[in-house]
């Protein structure tokens, strides 16, 4: 496996960005040993002391603006995000653009509609937030950007549109599989899953892009239309995606990855799972390197670079109905330690309860798409709600088995080291046979 990684120079920056980035203020040294590493020719150490020099000067031009601390508040600022919506109130993350530069969270009324880009005028009161929430008393739109404004009506519409179809309690279901605005469901049903262990299946992620992109690269496939036009086809369909979405976080590094793995035939090179992984990861990093120490970014890494480098060990061509199920597996295997160490919870029947409701969810996802299209969507609703009964009567079935509640570092970290280290060793070993199935293909 070393061999292997030696030869993936993008995953050497990676890791020497992910060690600077930890301990920036001795990432300086590393230039000596750069040179050092040249010297006594291992080139894949200097390239390794390359990613942790570079990490000193990420941490310094990067670093995050302060967070708006509490008190009465008067001044421009810039929304930053789509629109979130939690307890009634649309969310809009700002950056303030007079007086000290400082970040937080915008609370207004849904009629109040935003987007990114936008300026506005406001007044009122920061409460003490780790987010620094502010809830205005007046606002007035200076400028905004009219394709993002369109952008966000759509999302409204679609909203509507679903929840006219399968009624308000349905349509929360669909909205939130589909959309990644769980927001609406009651707070019983919030917590069912979690804690039976497929909240994120509610929230979109790695795995709602991996579905998008199996399911229709499937069928292009099967209709036997060119690679190029493969690919065109799938980058329009994440593209509308992200944007229906609200171009949440999680969804723009999957299709990133998704999108630089697939596309490695364009440049006469093999598709390469990890080195896609790298690339995304660096090129997210060098614009946001903080993320690199939220949990939301390290799940979307661990669970979509796990994906790419199972289905790349398999030599996989074709596209069958059991890869769904194949990757559903993966992506439990990958996410539920790390899942549990950030939020503290060990959910043992968290491995069943994804096994029945994982697929019932990627076809409501799709057919929640589906449903948008006119007269289409009346007919697929009677085909989505069997799926829909069945994903809230395993929910309430499973939320009631025992789960263990732990502090979050109860879980060594070095234990997480291990047991990610052992599955890069999976991906990246030998030939599978019916004696050593981790072996690679």
């Known amino acids: 496996m070393a061999r292997e990684l030696k030869a993936r120079p993008l995953f050497l920056i990676l890791a020497g960005l992910l060690f600077g980035l930890t301990f920036p203020s001795i990432s300086w040294l590393f230039c000596l040993g750069i040179g050092a590493a040249i010297i006594y020719r291992q080139t894949w150490l200097a390239v390794v002391c390359f990613g942790v020099f570079i990490a000193g000067f990420l941490s310094l031009w990067r670093t995050p603006a302060s967070i708006l601390g509490p008190g009465d508040f008067s001044g421009r600022v810039a929304i930053h995000s789509f629109p979130n919506f939690y307890k009634g109130k649309n969310l809009y993350a700002f950056e303030s653009l007079s007086g000290e530069h400082t970040t937080g969270i915008l609370r207004v009324e849904p009629s109040v509609s935003l987007s990114p880009g936008t300026v506005v005028e406001v007044a009122g009161h ?38 006219e179809l399968f009624g308000r309690e349905d349509g929360s279901w669909v909205t939130a599989l589909t959309f990644n605005f769980p927001s609406d469901l009651s707070s019983e049903e919030k917590s069912d899953l979690r804690f039976n262990g497929t909240y994120h299946m509610v929230s979109a992620s790695g795995m709602h892009v991996w579905v998008i ?39 723009l590094r999957a299709a990133m990855m998704w999108l630089i793995a697939s596309s490695a035939y364009l440049f006469r090179r093999s598709p390469d799972g990890l080195s896609a992984l790298s690339l995304s990861a660096l090129l997210w990093l060098f614009f946001v390197p903080s993320d690199a120490f939220t949990a939301g970014f390290q799940l979307s890494y661990i669970v979509s670079g796990s994906l790419l480098l199972w289905f790349e060990r398999l030599r996989f061509e074709g596209y069958k109905s059991r890869h769904l199920f194949e990757a559903s597996f993966i992506a439990m295997l990958a996410s539920e330690p790390l899942a549990s160490w950030w939020f503290g919870q060990m959910i043992f029947i968290a491995p069943v309860s994804n096994l029945l409701i994982e697929l019932p969810s990627q076809a409501v996802m799709i057919l929640g798409f589906l449903c948008l299209i006119p007269l289409v969507g009346n ?5 989505a709600k069997p799926l829909i009964w069945w994903m809230k009567w395993t929910t309430q079935l499973t939320a009631g088995f025992p789960l263990l509640l732990m502090n979050r570092y109860a879980l060594p970290p070095f234990v997480l080291v291990l047991y990610y280290a052992f599955l890069l060793w999976v991906f990246l070993g030998q030939t599978p046979t019916l004696r050593n199935p981790f072996r690679k293909a």
Do not use: E, K, M
Not at 131 to 154: F, N, Q
Not at 215 to 241: D, N, T
Not at 379 to 383: M, Q, R
């Open 126 to 163: 920061a409460n003490d937030t780790r987010s620094g929430s502010l809830t205005p008393s007046s606002l007035r739109v200076i400028s905004s950007y009219r394709l993002l404004d369109w952008l966000v009506i759509i999302q409204r519409r679609a909203i509507d549109r679903t929840n």
């Open 213 to 251: 992109a199996f399911a229709l690269h499937g069928l292009l496939r099967s209709l036997g239309l060119g690679r190029h036009w493969q690919l065109l086809a799938v980058f329009l369909l994440l593209l509308a995606y992200c944007s229906i979405t609200g171009f949440h976080a999680p969804t």
């Open 379 to 383: 007919v697929l609703v009677y085909v």
